[in-house]
């Protein structure tokens, strides 16, 4: 217990200090980079390697979304985060890795949003990533290959979390390949060109079981990894985002955001998946967010329903959640949860909002 309050106020320290004299974005991801390495044009990904950490960065993570069917044919949503921060860009070992890394998990059905949160310190083996045999872990959550040798590491996985009031098992196996967002993986954020290199494995057909209250649950369903890292991936005036991760009944996938600044501007990008793993980037303005339905969440006014164009596919959808009351009570707390869709596109997909209050 000590070293996990010692672990959570290094986490704040990093993330929320607030530096003399200026904002620093929501969670402190505006605040300078200095003395880290940020993220250039052109990326050269190397994999595995790229799968495990990039401790020269000072924030990353590797973030699983599941849209689910139950065999009582009801919908569900499942998460799984783990978050690495670094205190500052030397290397350290033992207890003087600089390393923190933060774990969340949740289960959504239509009544009920199970969350848990981990943290814990680098060096130490409680927590972190590995590229060759790609493993991700925070004390007994694990996020781990059964790929095949020569096959990619992400394209097969399994994966494990469990709360206080439940738990989840999923087998993972993905149909297409990996794809990369913005430029070739060089996703720029703001105006002012704070980026991230950024890709995602969306094609994973899942399969397992999640244990609730009422007992065991099998479950079928798809899955969606991001794999972001960066040194300051927002600007110091961006105080929350928008994400949308959409699966369409056609095989077709479109990650999309926008990201809010206190003048009220936002700034947005988007990808188009082909079903064959084609992509097509967006650039800002080209996608357009429009909050339809506000509800009150953990005394916060969010807007859970919402309206998602891009003129360019001819797409034009209202979006509505699985459970408006989608609250994930973290260290850093956010909104995030499954969705459906339709207008001139059906299907399901995951929505996350931060920075509301």
């Not at 044919?73 to 003087?96: I, N």
């Not at 001819?314 to 949860?337: A, H, K, R, V």
Request: charged residues 15%.
């Amino acid at each position: 217990m000590n070293a996990e309050m010692n672990a959570k106020a290094l986490i704040i320290c990093l993330l929320l200090a607030p530096a003399p004299g200026m904002a620093q974005g929501f969670a402190g991801l505006g605040a300078d980079a200095e003395g880290f390495a940020v993220p250039m044009p052109n990326p050269d990904f190397a994999f595995p390697e790229d799968h495990g950490p990039h401790p020269a960065y000072r924030i990353e993570w590797w973030y699983l979304t599941a849209t689910l069917s139950g065999a009582d044919g009801q919908d569900y949503g499942a998460q799984w985060t783990l978050f690495r921060s670094a205190l500052g860009p030397e290397t350290g070992r033992g207890w003087s890795a600089p390393q923190i890394w933060m774990g969340h998990a949740a289960v959504t059905t239509p009544d009920m949003h199970y969350t848990a949160e981990r943290l814990g310190r680098g060096g130490i083996g409680q927590a972190g990533a590995a590229p060759e045999p790609f493993t991700a872990w925070i004390d007994d959550w694990a996020m781990t290959s059964t790929a095949p040798n020569g096959a990619d590491a992400l394209s097969a996985l399994t994966v494990t979390a469990r709360g206080s009031d439940f738990s989840y098992d999923f087998d993972l196996q993905a149909h297409a390949p990996l794809i990369f967002h913005g430029d070739g993986g060089y996703s720029v954020k703001s105006a002012e060109g704070q980026a991230s290199y950024y890709y995602s494995q969306p094609f994973y057909y899942l399969s397992g079981t999640l244990m609730l209250p009422e007992g065991p649950m099998p479950v079928t369903g798809t899955a969606w990894l991001d794999r972001e890292w960066s040194s300051q991936p927002l600007s110091q005036t961006q105080e929350g985002w928008d994400w949308f991760s959409l699966q369409f009944t056609d095989g077709a996938r479109l990650m999309g955001f926008g990201l809010r600044a206190t003048d009220d501007t936002v700034y947005t990008s988007a990808t188009w998946i082909a079903a064959d793993g084609t992509t097509t980037a967006y650039p800002d303005g080209a996608l357009s967010l429009t909050p339809l339905i506000t509800e009150q969440v953990a005394g916060a006014t969010l807007p859970v329903e919402w309206r998602v164009e891009l003129p360019a596919r001819d797409l034009d959808i209202t979006t509505t959640p699985l459970n408006p009351q989608s609250w994930m009570p973290m260290s850093f707390p956010y909104w995030e949860g499954p969705i459906r869709f339709a207008g001139t596109h059906t299907g399901r997909g995951y929505l996350e909002m931060t920075g509301y209050d």
